[in-house]
């Protein structure tokens, strides 16, 4: 069974720090593309940040450029989205997501296969 696991969610203050990772199980994800998505409540699901397999192409938000940053680690079937000067805009369930055998890094939430539980990100004023 194919597994998305994030954590590393949490409460912090507007400026702060937090670092994501998903973990994934089932399968190894070599060769598949990772994204990170967010919801707000009340919103849709937004495209934060996408990284190919081979981790070299990655696509980020407009919003987050700058902020944050996507990377993986395969020997590890990991991916990790590093969030810097959070702001209270940027509270929401953090998703991860794998698009299989893809190097493509879509926004689209279609071209993704397997979705992780969400992690909460809350960013106080």
């Known amino acids: 069974q194919v597994r998305l696991v994030e954590s590393g969610g949490g409460l912090v203050q507007a400026g702060g720090s937090l670092r994501l990772s998903c973990t994934a199980s089932g399968r190894t994800f070599t060769s598949d593309s990772l994204g990170w998505f967010r919801q707000a409540p009340g919103k849709e699901r937004e495209f934060v940040a996408a990284i190919g397999w081979s981790g070299y192409n990655t696509a980020i938000r407009d919003s987050v450029k700058g902020r944050f940053t996507i990377s993986r680690d395969n020997a590890k079937s990991m991916v990790y989205l590093q969030m810097n000067s959070l702001e209270p805009e940027d509270t929401a369930v953090y998703y991860c997501?794998?698009?299989?055998?893809?190097?493509?890094?879509?926004?689209?939430?279609?071209?993704?296969?397997?979705w992780g539980q969400g992690t909460q990100v809350t960013v106080s004023s």
């Open positions: 997501a794998a698009d299989v055998d893809s190097n493509v890094v879509s926004a689209r939430r279609e071209s993704y296969d397997y």
